[in-house]
T-cell receptor, first 111, second 116 residues
Framework: GENVEQHPSTLSVQEGDSAVIKCTYS??????FPWYKQELGKRPQLIID?????GEKKDQRIAVTLNKTAKHFSLHITETQPEDSAVYFC??????????FGTGTRLTIIP | DTAVSQTPKYLVTQMGNDKSIKCEQN?????MYWYKQDSKKFLKIMFS???????INETVPNRFSPKSPDKAHLNLHINSLELGDSAVYFC???????????????FGEGSWLTVV
């Protein structure tokens, strides 16, 4: 089936520390893995994505790693700041135009 | 300047009523979607249209009927509203690229539907 599992569901991190969120997917044909950030009352917005031809991608304090063999990918946020507090969603494509989202991780940065 | 815009933003209505949510995108994208986000924040795809044609229709009650008059618009009509329909409904769009699967989805600001 088309399944994306995401862990943990909630995560509290001291400001300045790192946060890691993990996802697994069910379809070995999936090849596009975006991460979205949703602030309270706002729309989900893309923060980083990775395709299956690379194992890691970095953008300033945010990085994503992909292990295709194990069918899992992770979001890493370093030097966390209060504005990083939000709900984060991973996603994977099933077929060309269908993105299935994980269940979300509520990240809280403790000042 | 809003790329994906949907109206209304807030909607409170009684059970049994019929309501519509409208969506427009000015990104020139060929594909549009409706997603539902429930109180637990789960984001579930409902429908997807590509150039006015339905391509994804998840297990959604047939009280929900999408309509795409052109590729820039995708409206959602809901008949006989039920309490469980209360959620945030997000419209979104993306642009398929030849030779590439999986494309960035851009969301609208959401429509908060409350059924009382």
């Amino acid at each position: 089936g088309e399944n994306v599992e995401q862990h943990p569901s909630t995560l509290s991190v001291q400001e300045g520390d790192s946060a890691v969120i993990k996802c697994t997917y069910s379809d070995s044909a999936s090849n596009y893995f975006p991460w979205y950030k949703q602030e309270l009352g706002k729309r989900p917005q893309l923060i980083i994505d990775i395709r299956s031809n690379v194992g890691e991608k970095k953008d300033q304090r945010i990085a994503v790693t992909l292990n295709k063999t194990a069918k899992h990918f992770s979001l890493h946020i370093t030097e966390t700041q209060p504005e990083d507090s939000a709900v984060y969603f991973c996603a994977a494509n099933f077929g060309n135009e269908k993105l299935t989202f994980g269940t979300g991780t509520r990240l809280t940065i403790i000042p | 300047d809003t790329a994906v815009s949907q109206t209304p933003k807030y909607l409170v209505t009684q059970m049994g009523n019929d309501k519509s949510i409208k969506c427009e995108q000015n990104l020139g994208h060929d594909t549009m979607y409706w997603y539902k986000q429930d109180s637990k924040k789960f984001l579930k795809i409902m429908f997807s249209y590509n150039n006015k044609e339905l391509i994804i229709n998840e297990t959604v009650p047939n009280r929900f009927s999408p309509k795409s008059p052109d590729k820039a618009h995708l409206n959602l009509h809901i008949n006989s509203l039920e309490l469980g329909d209360s959620a945030v409904y997000f419209c979104a769009s993306s642009q398929p690229r030849t030779g590439t699967s999986g494309n960035t989805i851009y969301f609208g600001e959401g429509s908060w539907l409350t059924v009382v």
